[in-house]
Each structure stands twice: as structure tokens, then as C-alpha cells.
């Protein structure tokens, strides 16, 4: 076996020189690093031609896991294949993750453009001989051509000796939690109030299991940066970071930012999987933390992969952090108004309002019933879980295009002021900022959830700039964008505040889809 792996690597990053395989034959191929586990057993729920081994042995017949030094990526692309198949604009082919999901894509792809050719036989490795031969000649074969079989019988090889790995059996979700033999490490104490807090942001944390986490991913270490990507102490990607960052200034380097912003994460994760598959939502928060959230819905619960997961290792954890008295557990209580004492608590605009806060809200946006404003007054847009208002950032400054809105305490300056002025389209207006006289929008002209809000330069015509005003009753309103359909919101289902403290200062607003129970952070109040 030696030597016929000699004989192949030599063939991968040479001539190709490839012998005569079985098809029940394995072939050795390198180990999986540890840290591109997650990439491919998430690129393996693609589609149901893939498995992670088959994924694993795509890899190894590319470039070794990267020891081609050819400097493409994991999944080896060129210019162009990249350009097609990455997963997002932004995605670099250096990236990891992203390579294998690009890989994984495209595989999926020809699979089904093959299946719907009627080609014969097994589809993947069909698709695999278009590495070699082209989808043309596969087409053209109904299956695999002669001069893509050596190839297609080498990766098939590396397959079965992949699915023979520890590291891709198929064992329970979860392990049974034992005792640890490693030695109690104790949380910093600079680092205690930043945990109180973020364990206090939702009745599901709790102090100890924040500090159970953070022992889990950095063991603390606020510098630790990861070959995947991952930074700082509660060890966020990109992308995580950009849809938890608690605002402008924050830093996932700052442990003080990164554990409030955890606090969140886990916070949103946990109440969206609430109900899926009949798990503990806690435990599929902390999968999607590691995972991803859109593996742990594709694998309806935590991935199928003898690999450790983050839920047994902060299980393993939580005890030692309960009996440290200096981690309170107190819970999130609701918030109180921030606006000052000499201002009334309330001049919402002339409306129909009803006696009493809605109990839920229809599926569908209901028919807007005509919220009357003055186009001469100027409004704050108060929160009405939060009490804070939306403004610019910073004391009354020049901010540009595309600066995000967020929330602050209500200190009573221009830029936390708002005119509405009715839009061309019926029963829709233009929010502008009295400052700045910029209009809100979403950024991006985004349709997604968890998109951010933004000001920009007034265009009446815009649709992402005009905003439904819907009477929520009690002189409440949700405000929905014409756009996206979705909600102005705050991250969550009514979370406590996302700062050290207690506060929403610096946190950004958001879009959301309706949903089918109150959320009181889905409703404003617009005060004169």
C-alpha cells in the first residue's frame, strides 16, 4: 500500500501516473487536518450524491490537502471555476471552508444536470470524471469515459479508504459527558463582569455556561487566531462576527465585545431552533456555533462525525463554573425607558390605537390602517423593549452614505430625530433624518434577514428608502420595508441588553421577518 500511494501522490503532483484500481480497492490518502473536518462534512450536505468521504477524497485527488503548493485552494480551481463556484462574492480561494463548499457546488451541479441527462450509473462518480474529461464527454458517454476511468477509480479508492476513518464513522450526536481529567481553569478575573452580562442576555445562558465556552473554543486566550479563520476569545468567524458584532467601535479582539457578542449569538441560535428535531435548542445553538447554523438545518441537529463537539465539551465544563460564586446567574429583567426625566414618556402620533398590545400577529403584514403624521413635526423612533432610540453615530456628525443606524440613550440631539414624508407609492413614506437629512434604508437593498439599516442619500423612488407604517395598537407601530417585506427589529426575540452596562448604546437595528408571536422589539413608538 506503501508504494501505491508513493506511485499516486506522485501522479497528483506530477505525471499522473495512475495504476489499474478495483473498485472495492482503498487507496491511502492523507489525514484529514482536524481543522478542515467541519469544512467537509458541512460541504457533504450539499446534496445526497456527497459524503464527507467522498468529499475528503475529491480534496485528495486535487492537491493533497493543499501539499500541491499550487496555492488554489483546497478544491484546486482555476480562475474561472473559482469565479463560477464560489459561495460568496467576498470568499477568497484560500479560504478552506470556502474551497471545499465551492468543490462541493459544482459537484452537485453536474450531478443533477447529469441525472436529468438520464446518465446511468453512479452519479458522483460520473461528476468526478468531468474533472478529467469534461461534462461534454460524460454526456456524450452516458457515464464515465475511457480516458477519466483511471481518475475516477483513484478517487473512488481514496473514498473507501476515507469511510474507513475514525474521524467519518458514524456514531451518536453526542458522547456521554464524563468527568474531565484536565486540570479546573479558572476565569479571569478582568473578565468576570463581561461574562455576567453576556450570561444574563437571555433566560437560556447562564454565566457558567458563557465561561464553560469560552474555556471550550480559546481556554481564554483572547490572541488566539485559528487556521480556519476563527480570532479572539470567543473564537468568531467573518461572518459570525459581522451578523453579532454589538456595533461600530466593537472588536471580536476585545474580549469584552466578543463574549457580549457570544452572549447574543447563542441568545438568537438558541430561539431559532427551538422545536428543530426535538433537540435541546441550547445544545443546537452551541452545534451551530462550531458548525454553522445552515449545517446544523441541513443535518436537522448536530452533524453525524466522530469529531468533538462544542456542546459535550461545555457540558463537560458547566459544574465547575457553577460553584464559582463570583459568576451571578441573575436573570434579564425587562427594560426601562432612557429617556430623560423632564421629557414625557410618550407623544405618540394621532392614530387608532387599541386598548391593549396585540397577543400575536397574522402571518401575512395586515393591511396598514393609516398612521397619521405631521411632515412638520420631528419624531424619535423609540424601541419599545428597548427604550432607546435609533440614531447616527457619534454627537451630530457628517456620517456618509451607508453608515449603519443604531440604538442609544435618548440624549435629545438632532441626529436622534426623524421626519416622515409620504413616498410615491400609497400608503409608504421616506424616515430622514432631521440632521443629517439622509433617508433610511437597508443596506444593500438587502432581502435577507439580519440585514442592517442604514442612511443614505434621499431617492424618493426607491423602494429600500419607503417604509409601511402599520398600527401595532396601544400607539405602537412596526415599521416595514417596501423592499424586503421584513420588519425593522433589534437582533433576537426580545433579548436583554447586549452591553456591559445594561445598556443598547452603539447596537445596531435590523430587518426581520414578521413573526407569528409578539416580539416587543418588532414595535416603535414615534415620539414628538
Same mark, same amino acid.
Given at each position: !500500500?506503501?508504494?501505491?500511494?508513493?506511485?499516486?501522490?506522485?501522479?497528483?503532483?506530477?505525471?499522473?501516473?495512475?495504476?489499474?484500481?478495483? *473498485?472495492?480497492?482503498?487507496?491511502?490518502?492523507?489525514?484529514?487536518?482536524?481543522?478542515?473536518?467541519?469544512?467537509?462534512?458541512?460541504?457533504?450536505?450539499?446534496?445526497?450524491?456527497?459524503?464527507?468521504?467522498?468529499?475528503?477524497?475529491?480534496? =485528495?485527488?486535487?492537491?493533497?490537502?493543499?501539499?500541491?503548493?499550487?496555492?488554489?485552494?483546497?478544491?484546486? !480551481?482555476?480562475?474561472?471555476?473559482?469565479?463560477?463556484?464560489?459561495?460568496?462574492?467576498?470568499?477568497?480561494?484560500?479560504?478552506?471552508?470556502?474551497?471545499?463548499?465551492?468543490?462541493?457546488?459544482?459537484?452537485?451541479?453536474?450531478?443533477?444536470?447529469?441525472?436529468?441527462?438520464?446518465? $446511468?450509473?453512479?452519479?458522483?462518480?460520473?461528476? @468526478?470524471?468531468?474533472?478529467?474529461?469534461?461534462?461534454?464527454?460524460?454526456?456524450?458517454?452516458?457515464?464515465?469515459?475511457?480516458?477519466?476511468?483511471?481518475?475516477?477509480?483513484?478517487?473512488?479508492?481514496? /473514498?473507501?479508504?476515507?469511510? *474507513?476513518?475514525?474521524?467519518?464513522?458514524?456514531?451518536?450526536?453526542?458522547?456521554?459527558?464524563?468527568?474531565?481529567?484536565?486540570?479546573? =481553569?479558572?476565569?479571569?478575573?478582568?473578565?468576570?463582569?463581561?461574562? &455576567?452580562?453576556?450570561?444574563?442576555?437571555?433566560?437560556?445562558?447562564?454565566?457558567?455556561?458563557?465561561?464553560?465556552?469560552?474555556?471550550?473554543?480559546?481556554?481564554?486566550?483572547?490572541?488566539?487566531?485559528?487556521?480556519?479563520?476563527?480570532?479572539?476569545?470567543?473564537?468568531?468567524?467573518?461572518? !459570525?462576527?459581522?451578523?453579532?458584532?454589538?456595533?461600530?467601535? /466593537?472588536?471580536?479582539?476585545?474580549?469584552?465585545?466578543?463574549?457580549?457578542?457570544?452572549?447574543?449569538? !447563542?441568545?438568537?441560535?438558541?430561539?431559532?431552533?427551538?422545536?428543530?428535531?426535538?433537540?435541546?435548542?441550547?445544545?443546537?445553538?452551541?452545534?451551530?456555533?462550531?458548525?454553522?447554523?445552515?449545517?446544523?438545518?441541513?443535518?436537522?441537529?448536530?452533524?453525524? /462525525?466522530?469529531? +468533538?463537539?462544542?456542546? *459535550?465539551?461545555?457540558?463537560?465544563? #458547566?459544574?465547575?463554573?457553577?460553584?464559582?460564586?463570583?459568576?451571578?446567574?441573575?436573570?434579564?429583567?425587562?427594560?426601562?425607558?432612557?429617556?430623560?426625566?423632564?421629557?414625557?414618556?410618550?407623544?405618540?402620533?394621532?392614530?387608532?390605537?387599541?386598548?391593549?398590545?396585540?397577543?400575536?400577529? /397574522?402571518?401575512?403584514?395586515?393591511? +396598514?390602517?393609516?398612521?397619521?403624521?405631521?411632515?412638520?413635526?420631528?419624531?424619535?423612533?423609540?424601541?419599545?423593549?428597548?427604550?432607546?432610540?435609533?440614531?447616527?453615530?457619534?454627537?451630530?456628525? &457628517?456620517?456618509?452614505?451607508?453608515?449603519? @443606524?443604531?440604538?442609544?440613550?435618548?440624549?435629545?440631539?438632532? $441626529?436622534?430625530?426623524?421626519?416622515?414624508?409620504?413616498?410615491?407609492?400609497?400608503?409608504? #413614506?421616506?424616515?430622514?433624518?432631521?440632521?443629517?437629512?439622509?433617508?433610511?434604508?437597508?443596506? &444593500?437593498?438587502?432581502? $435577507? &434577514?439580519?440585514?442592517?439599516?442604514? #442612511?443614505?442619500?434621499?431617492?424618493?423612488?426607491?423602494?429600500?428608502?419607503?417604509?409601511?407604517?402599520? *398600527?401595532?395598537?396601544?400607539?405602537?407601530?412596526?415599521?416595514?420595508?417596501?423592499?424586503?417585506?421584513?420588519? =425593522?427589529?433589534?437582533?433576537?426575540?426580545?433579548?436583554?441588553?447586549?452591553?456591559?452596562?445594561?445598556?443598547?448604546?452603539?447596537?445596531?437595528?435590523?430587518?426581520?421577518?414578521?413573526?407569528?408571536?409578539?416580539?416587543?422589539?418588532?414595535?416603535?413608538?414615534? #415620539?414628538?
Amino acid at each position: !500500500m506503501a508504494l501505491a500511494l508513493t506511485i499516486v501522490v506522485c501522479g497528483v503532483l506530477a505525471l499522473e501516473v495512475i495504476p489499474a484500481i478495483a *473498485d472495492d480497492e482503498k487507496l491511502e490518502g492523507k489525514p484529514v487536518p482536524t481543522e478542515d473536518v467541519p469544512a467537509l462534512v458541512a460541504a457533504a450536505l450539499s446534496c445526497p450524491a456527497l459524503t464527507p468521504p467522498k468529499v475528503a477524497a475529491q480534496v =485528495m485527488a486535487a492537491t493533497a490537502f493543499g501539499s500541491d503548493g499550487a496555492n488554489t485552494g483546497l478544491a484546486g !480551481m482555476n480562475d474561472a471555476t473559482w469565479s463560477k463556484w464560489r459561495p460568496s462574492s467576498g470568499a477568497a480561494r484560500t479560504d478552506r471552508q470556502a474551497s471545499v463548499l465551492a468543490m462541493a457546488h459544482r459537484t452537485c451541479e453536474i450531478v443533477g444536470q447529469l441525472r436529468a441527462a438520464k446518465v $446511468d450509473g453512479d452519479l458522483w462518480a460520473a461528476a @468526478v470524471a468531468t474533472d478529467k474529461a469534461g461534462l461534454d464527454a460524460v454526456l456524450k458517454a452516458k457515464g464515465i469515459p475511457k480516458s477519466a476511468e483511471a481518475y475516477v477509480d483513484k478517487v473512488t479508492a481514496y /473514498a473507501n479508504w476515507y469511510a *474507513d476513518q475514525p474521524v467519518f464513522s458514524v456514531k451518536a450526536t453526542t458522547a456521554e459527558v464524563a468527568a474531565s481529567p484536565e486540570q479546573p =481553569m479558572e476565569a479571569p478575573d478582568e473578565l468576570v463582569p463581561s461574562i &455576567n452580562a453576556a450570561g444574563r442576555i437571555c433566560p437560556t445562558l447562564t454565566p457558567a455556561r458563557i465561561a464553560a465556552q469560552l474555556r471550550a473554543v480559546s481556554g481564554f486566550n483572547a490572541s488566539l487566531r485559528s487556521s480556519t479563520g476563527r480570532a479572539g476569545i470567543a473564537q468568531f468567524t467573518d461572518d !459570525m462576527w459581522e451578523r453579532y458584532q454589538p456595533g461600530a467601535k /466593537a472588536s471580536r479582539w476585545d474580549p469584552k465585545d466578543a463574549i457580549l457578542a457570544m452572549g447574543t449569538a !447563542m441568545c438568537d441560535m438558541s430561539q431559532q431552533f427551538a422545536g428543530l428535531s426535538g433537540a435541546d435548542p441550547y445544545t443546537l445553538a452551541l452545534g451551530a456555533y462550531q458548525w454553522g447554523a445552515d449545517v446544523i438545518r441541513q443535518a436537522d441537529g448536530l452533524p453525524r /462525525a466522530n469529531v +468533538p463537539q462544542l456542546a *459535550d465539551q461545555v457540558s463537560r465544563y #458547566v459544574p465547575q463554573y457553577e460553584k464559582d460564586t463570583r459568576l451571578t446567574a441573575a436573570k434579564p429583567k425587562p427594560p426601562v425607558s432612557s429617556a430623560p426625566a423632564s421629557k414625557p414618556a410618550s407623544t405618540p402620533p394621532t392614530s387608532t390605537p387599541t386598548t391593549a398590545a396585540p397577543t400575536t400577529t /397574522a402571518a401575512t403584514p395586515p393591511k +396598514p390602517t393609516g398612521v397619521a403624521f405631521d411632515p412638520n413635526a420631528r419624531y424619535q423612533i423609540r424601541n419599545a423593549w428597548a427604550g432607546a432610540v435609533v440614531e447616527l453615530p457619534g454627537k451630530e456628525l &457628517n456620517n456618509p452614505d451607508g453608515t449603519r @443606524v443604531q440604538l442609544y440613550n435618548n440624549l435629545l440631539q438632532d $441626529d436622534q430625530y426623524w421626519r416622515f414624508q409620504k413616498a410615491p407609492a400609497d400608503g409608504y #413614506v421616506l424616515i430622514i433624518n432631521a440632521f443629517s437629512k439622509q433617508a433610511l434604508a437597508v443596506e &444593500n437593498a438587502s432581502k $435577507d &434577514n439580519y440585514a442592517k439599516l442604514v #442612511v443614505t442619500t434621499k431617492k424618493e423612488s426607491d423602494k429600500n428608502q419607503q417604509w409601511k407604517l402599520i *398600527d401595532g395598537g396601544d400607539g405602537k407601530v412596526q415599521i416595514e420595508n417596501h423592499n424586503s417585506g421584513k420588519l =425593522m427589529e433589534l437582533l433576537g426575540d426580545d433579548l436583554g441588553p447586549p452591553q456591559a452596562d445594561g445598556t443598547w448604546n452603539e447596537y445596531w437595528v435590523e430587518q426581520w421577518d414578521r413573526v407569528s408571536t409578539v416580539n416587543k422589539d418588532q414595535y416603535w413608538l414615534l #415620539v414628538k
